[in-house]
């Protein structure tokens, strides 16, 4: 492991990596630029090509590749080893086998293809195999396509397969660890007994998980899925890309549906560039395969809402942090900074999924394919259905909201022509809309720009990807590390407790606008918090009024708490019941008016700095 720093980090061309995020001018031996860490108005941020290392002359932040991915996307120091090793092409020596690992893995292999054997006879056995059988038939699948996939049956016994792997010599060890046996009290059983089984293969074809429908009313899960073995790694597969792969390079587009015999279905129907996502979301590491191929449309289909589910455009929203990420890990252009023009997004009629829709009306699924929004047209669409664009505070809202999301697009070109696109149908003047996106760009640099609203509590676990909630303290350090230093500016800052996040800060804030002095008259636990703060203050620097840094940093601080918020109040009033959504629909307004108040502070805030800036330069 300690290697794998080093190697990697000679690998990293760090001047590309810093030049991502900020605008680099060659100056003899080192690369200029400024300082992302503090607010600056002439460059004394150096990268140092040589040493592979960054430096700043103003606030002294010094570090190499793996510090600068800490600082700026709040990484764990592992993480970041394995993003950027990915990006050199370094395989880590915690991630390389040994010949035993191989062996291993090559048994488990085995008996994967020794377990999807006895679940084939399964569904032949007429002693075992006729319920489920007579289910595919009734779903209209046909014996090519139960072969073609190698669907099968496993009977109702606690030791059917157990004791068939026995027999061919594979120990009860190895049937749990790929995931076909549960340890039990009396002994290991198997894990799939009276199910459907359908064999998950990776894209070479091999078989390396099963998933198990029920075939008994009584028991509770539907659907069952292996868990993650040595072979299988669920968020990394997608289902049925070893069939679909040379449909989807000749037609250069691949089409996720949710389920896997939503999948079977479309290929039977005659519509084989279709792969499975494994019940949840596109997973980055899928996206990524599919991303690899260079496709020219990666086509999501979501099944059409039914009532009480996430609405279709907060799924969408939800692919938005794979663009973000993805564009980062392209990084200078190796895989392509396609932004959003590969993710389109089509919606299934209501109450329909693709399975129903492939069996009723194949050439309507066809059509909807083909039809198939682009991930940004999708969301300004949704954004536009549900803005009064016939009143001025609705248009507003409406460019607000779409100007955050431009904002999001890593293209610049892409970026300008949906700014014009939007502009000429709403009929507002593009500057005013590009002044806006460029508002919204100017805030902090976040990992993820532009996210969804924050998800409720309740499907927090399956965001994977850096959240606002991680983004915000730092903002808020910086923010109240300078009141620290210039407490007399405290009535300059439009804050209020709740737009911080850290309990401590939030009193911190409290007390310093009751009056208090950092200084002197703090409680011990506040003055100890306001010591470290002063200490990690930044320095601003001779040219730099304290008094605007401090303005500029609070509002964008307000901004980003504001989002936060409105999105998940919003979230929260998607899923509300009648009687609770009156007040829950004023917050929402509230929050909305406070947010456009807010970024047309900050808007004139820059505009002004921007003058005076070029007063200067004259
Ligand atoms: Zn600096």
Known sequence: ???????????????ALVGERVALKKAGKVYKGLCPFHIEKTPSFQVDPDRRTYHCFGCSKHGDCFTWLEEMDHMEPVEALKLLAERAGVELTSSKRTPED????????????????YFTQGLRSPEHGKAAAAYLAKRGMTQATIDTFGLGYAPDLW????????????????????????????????????????????????????????????????????????????????????????????????????GQFDAIASHQAGITNVVASMGTALTQEQYVVLQDMKLERIVVAFDGDPAGQRSAEKRGRDLLPLLQRHGRRAGTGEVGTRGFGTLFVTVLPEGMDPDDLARADPAKLRALIAEAQSLLDFLIGKIRERSRLGENEGRLRFLGEVAALLAAEPDPVR??????????????????????????????????????PAQPAADAGDADGPTEMKQTPVQERYVMALLTRFPEEIARVDLVPDDLADPDLRALLKELQAGKRPSSDLPAHLAATAAALGAAAPELGDETDPRQAIEIAAQRLRVQRLRVRLGETRAKLAQLADGDVTALAAEVGRLATDLEAAMARVERRTVLHGDTERREGE
Request: aromatic residues 8%; glycine residues 6%; without cysteine.
């Open 159 to 258: 030791d059917g397969l157990l004791s068939y792997m026995k027999k061919k010599s594979f120990t009860e060890e190895e049937g749990i660890a790929a995931g076909l046996l549960r340890p039990g009290d009396r002994g290991p059983y198997d894990w799939f007994r009276g199910r459907l089984m359908v064999p998950i293969k990776d894209s070479r074809g091999r078989v390396i998980a099963f998933a198990g429908r029920t075939m008994r009313a009584d028991q509770q899960a539907k659907y069952i899925n292996s868990p993650n073995t040595p072979l299988f790694t669920k968020s990394a597969t997608l289902f049925a890309l070893d069939l679909a792969k040379a449909a989807i390079r000749k037609a250069d587009t691949a089409v996720i549906v949710e």
């Open 102 to 117: 191989k062996a291993r893995e090559d048994r488990l292999r085995k008996l994967m293809d020794t377990a999807h054997f």
């Open 1 to 15: 492991m300690p290697g794998d720093f080093d190697l990697v980090k000679e690998r990293i061309d760090l001047v």
């Open 415 to 452: 970026r300008e022509v949906y700014l014009s696109t939007v502009a000429t149908d709403t009929g507002v003047d593009p500057t005013l809309l590009r002044r806006q996106v460029e508002a919204a760009l100017l805030a902090p640099p976040t990992p993820a720009g532009l996210r969804a």
